[in-house]
């Protein structure tokens, strides 16, 4: 055996157990690479290195950016609520529409006689597969408008607000008067509603009459068939017209709530527990104030249902008033108040913990 072969012999058996020595080069560097060395040796001259891409620093990269991390955090924070606190979306679903028992408890024994525990879980795939999209788009939504609003209205503070010219008139549109948070909730709202509609005509199908839509497949070819896609989008309106005011003042009064006691207390952040709180103060007020759209919303969806559908959201309220006075406005709102205010909660306190870890800076430690 020649000299020369004994030793490329000796580099590849070198090179082997090279690489069996492999290790990050810089986690998380700049060229976001995994370093992968062989043992120096005369023998393995020019070959002292491998680049390979880093996909975990990609990831993290990635997650690292705050408007990914607010949308990721969304969703995680809209599954975890709804896993724990779906019987309470049912009683108040069937509450609202007028199915049954007009008691919180008397609902909860109608459907455990029916239907078993599982009842009160029912539409509940559709509910997470609905709510984790839905929550991931409003919070997202609300973040980046609030934020963009923000820093316009510094800008308008320097430069002068937007002006409109209408022939020798000029118009000064006071846009710095108006709320950065008021804004991004009404936007987060439109934006979710728009996007998620047809997941919500679904969920509340399957929720109220399990017979004649026993699945998410049949339910949605059942309707498609039916109404096309607009039947998809069926209450759309009187849903933006519910949303808008509740998003809005659910944000703002979030915000600012939170806001002010940080202020009277001195604190920068709040405790797991004064999340809880503030959150469903926040929800049970944007609750209270569009309660009769909600009930109004329901009326409209469900018409058709039960074979008598108000031609709009005005006559469904007249509806409500006619057959059961002011109080009717309000039928359902124990229950939707127990869902409401857990629920909001709870959101506030997983989506804040979420957006925690993921712009912590220990993530790519």
Wanted: net charge positive; charged share 20%.
């Amino acid at each position: 055996m020649g000299v020369e072969e004994v030793a490329r012999g000796r580099r590849l058996a070198l090179a082997s157990i090279g690489f069996a020595e492999v290790r990050a080069g810089v986690a998380g560097g700049d060229d976001g690479l995994l370093g992968v060395k062989l043992p120096k040796d005369d023998y393995l001259d020019g070959v002292t290195a491998i680049r390979l891409p880093d996909v975990g620093a990609a990831v993290r990269t990635f997650l690292r950016r705050r408007e990914i991390a607010e949308f990721v955090s969304g969703a995680m924070a809209g599954a975890m609520t709804k896993a724990v606190l779906a019987p309470l979306e049912t009683i108040r679903t069937r509450m609202i529409v007028g199915v049954g028992s007009k008691q919180i408890f008397g609902s909860f024994v109608e459907i455990m006689e029916h239907n078993g525990w599982q009842g009160l879980w029912a539409g509940n795939t559709i509910n997470m597969i609905r709510i984790i999209p839905t929550q991931a788009i409003e919070l997202g939504t609300f973040e980046c408008v609030k934020r963009s609003m923000t820093s316009a209205q510094k800008r308008w503070k320097e430069d002068g607000c937007p002006k409109i010219q209408l022939g020798g008139l000029e118009i000064q549109l006071p846009l710095h008067l108006l709320s950065p948070t008021a804004i991004g909730g009404a936007a987060a709202g439109i934006v979710s509603t728009l996007a998620c509609h047809p997941l919500e005509v679904l969920k509340d199908r399957l929720t109220i009459n399990r017979e004649a839509y026993p699945s998410i497949a049949l339910a949605f070819n059942k309707i498609y068939r039916a109404n096309g896609i607009g039947g998809l989008y069926a209450g759309l309106c009187p849903t933006l017209v519910g949303m808008l005011p509740y998003s809005t003042c659910y944000y703002f009064m979030y915000e600012k709530i939170k806001t002010s006691y940080c202020r009277a207390h001195k604190k920068k952040s709040l405790s797991r527990p004064e999340l809880l709180v503030i959150g469903a103060l926040s929800g049970l007020t944007a609750s209270t104030i569009s309660f009769p759209l909600e009930v109004a919303r329901k009326r409209l969806m469900f018409g058709a249902l039960q074979g008598k559908c108000p031609p709009n959201m005005i006559a469904a309220l007249a509806e409500v008033m006619k057959e059961e006075g002011l109080k009717g406005l309000y039928r359902g709102w124990a229950a939707s108040s127990l869902k409401v205010m857990p629920t909001s909660g709870v959101t506030w306190v997983f989506y804040e913990a979420w957006k925690d870890i993921l712009l912590s800076p220990q993530l790519i430690t």
